[in-house]
C-alpha cells in the first residue's frame, strides 16, 4: 500500500506543480452580510451590475431570483507600462471578464474570471491568451524584446489587480445597502 502511495504521488506531483505555477488570474470571495436578506442582496447586485456596465457588450445572461445568481460578462479599463525613449509611460488596456455573483440568506460569492484583453478596444494584443500568473509574456512581439514584452505584462497583472481592488470595493459598498425604512 505504501509503494502505491508514492508511486501516485510521483505520478501526480508535476501536475500539481504545474498547475500551482501559471493559473488564470481570478478574483474570488465569499462575504457575509449583517442582517441583509437574500432578497435584497439580490436587488443589490443587479444595481450595481446597471450602474457599472453600461456598454451593450456587457450582458447579464444569467438573471435568476430564485437561485440567487446573476452572471454574465464585463469590460474593465486598466492600463499597462512601456518605456519609449528612456521614459515610461501609461496606456490604456481593456479587459472583457466573466463575472458571476450568487446571493444567499446573509452571505454573498463573487467571481470575476477569464480576463481576455479586447482587441477592437486594445488593438496589438488579440493573441494574448487570458492573463495568468505567469511571470514571462505568453506571446512574443516582433521587434520588441523578451525584458520588455515580459515587462509589459507585469505591468497587466499588477495594473488589474489595482483596478480590480477599487472595482470590489464599489461593489462590497453597494451589497451592503440595507433597504431603508418606510417610516
Known amino acids: 500500500m505504501t509503494k502505491l502511495a508514492i508511486l501516485l504521488t510521483f505520478y ?9 505555477k501559471d493559473t488564470t488570474i481570478t478574483f474570488t470571495e465569499i462575504v457575509m452580510t449583517d442582517s441583509i436578506s437574500k432578497g435584497q442582496l439580490f436587488q443589490n447586485a443587479r444595481q450595481w451590475y446597471n450602474k457599472t456596465f453600461v456598454s451593450s457588450k456587457e450582458v447579464l445572461q444569467i438573471l435568476d431570483k430564485e437561485t440567487g445568481e446573476l452572471s454574465g460578462k464585463g469590460i474593465i479599463k ?15 488596456c481593456y479587459f472583457k471578464f466573466n463575472l458571476d455573483i450568487r446571493v444567499k440568506e446573509g452571505k454573498y460569492k463573487y467571481t470575476f474570471s477569464n480576463f481576455v484583453i479586447d482587441p477592437k478596444l486594445t488593438p496589438g494584443f488579440e493573441t494574448i491568451p487570458a492573463l495568468t500568473s505567469a511571470e514571462k509574456c505568453p ?3 516582433p521587434m520588441v524584446s523578451e525584458k ?7 505591468s497587466m497583472q499588477k495594473n488589474l489587480e489595482t483596478q480590480m481592488t477599487i472595482f470590489i470595493a464599489e461593489l462590497k459598498k453597494q451589497m451592503n445597502n440595507k433597504p431603508k425604512d418606510d417610516f
Do not use: H
Open 148 to 154: 520588455k514584452t515580459n515587462g509589459m505584462y507585469i
Open 12 to 20: 501526480f506531483l508535476p501536475f500539481l506543480s504545474f498547475s500551482q
Open 139 to 141: 506571446v512574443k512581439f
Open 78 to 92: 486598466s492600463y499597462y507600462d512601456y518605456k519609449v525613449f528612456g521614459s515610461e509611460k501609461k496606456y490604456d
